[in-house]
């Protein structure tokens, strides 16, 4: 990029152009939702189908990190986050991420799959009032995905599927610290209508996020998302799944975040 072109960037622009630029031979696809949306079902069907077909394909997911994990548990527990910290640890969690394991897969010639990506910071940060600018400033080195996937569920379905499952979310999923009910259930419920109205909002700003229909069956969703996925895969590397280790570390792909990945 010559000096000319970089006069012509804003910060926001240029860091967001210079990552783009290393990373080449992989493709990374990203899926979003709200919790309950069925999100993760898919992503692990997609993972076992391009597994079994000799694709290297690495995982990663939202808040995983080990650097942050034990800031967050202290955290949560004593309930000492506000919207702005918890937000920054997050971006630790993903800088940390994208450092170690999805650039290093990306310039590998992976196919990167990763449950939830910067639109979850978008969408839950700015539903507890973040500003949209602070939070794009903040993610602003992240990698555009080839694909994106917006797993689309009427609010009273996702949470009729989390209370089906008899799960409970805690007291910052319930959105407990934003006051907006003493009632856990409802609480959650009056969150998670805040946080689709901000995938909206991010959606029409985005348009690599292509939505599907999470009311579909589940096997007619995974056919849609093999059928969008499948021209992507041109050039991504191959292995056999039985030699996965090897292929990793010929790759230089090595270390916690791929240790997982040989045994998945």
Not at 178 to 195: A, K, T, V
């Amino acid at each position: 990029m010559d000096a000319a072109r970089i006069r012509g960037y804003s910060r926001y622009e240029l860091r967001r152009t210079v990552v783009k630029t290393i990373c080449t031979r992989g493709k990374l696809v990203i899926v979003e939702g709200l919790d309950g949306s069925g999100k993760s079902t898919q992503l692990d069907l997609l993972h076992k189908w391009l597994s079994n077909k000799g694709y290297l394909v690495v995982s990663t997911e939202w808040n995983s990190s080990p650097i942050v994990k034990r800031t967050t548990k202290f955290g949560k527990k004593r309930r000492l986050l506000s919207p702005r910290t918890f937000s920054l640890i997050h971006a630790a969690d993903f800088a940390n991420r994208l450092h170690d394991q999805i650039l290093p897969a990306l310039n590998a010639g992976a196919l990167v799959i990763a449950d939830r990506w910067v639109y979850t910071a978008y969408a839950r940060d700015a539903a507890r009032g973040l500003d949209h600018p602070w939070l794009r400033d903040l993610y602003s080195f992240a990698v555009t995905p080839a694909i994106g996937l917006y797993f689309d569920v009427p609010l009273e379905e996702s949470l009729n599927r989390i209370v089906t499952r008899g799960e409970e979310p805690n007291w910052y999923e319930a959105g407990m610290d934003l006051g907006l009910s003493d009632n856990p259930i409802e609480s959650f419920r009056i969150f998670q209508g805040m946080i689709q109205k901000e995938y909206e909002r991010v959606i029409e700003r985005e348009p690599i996020l292509t939505r599907i229909d999470a009311t579909l069956p589940l096997i007619q969703q995974q056919m849609l998302i093999r059928e969008i996925v499948e021209p992507e895969l041109a050039g991504i590397l191959q292995t056999d799944k039985h030699d996965l280790q090897i292929t990793l570390l010929e790759s230089g792909l090595s270390g916690r975040y791929f240790s997982d990945q040989a045994v998945s």
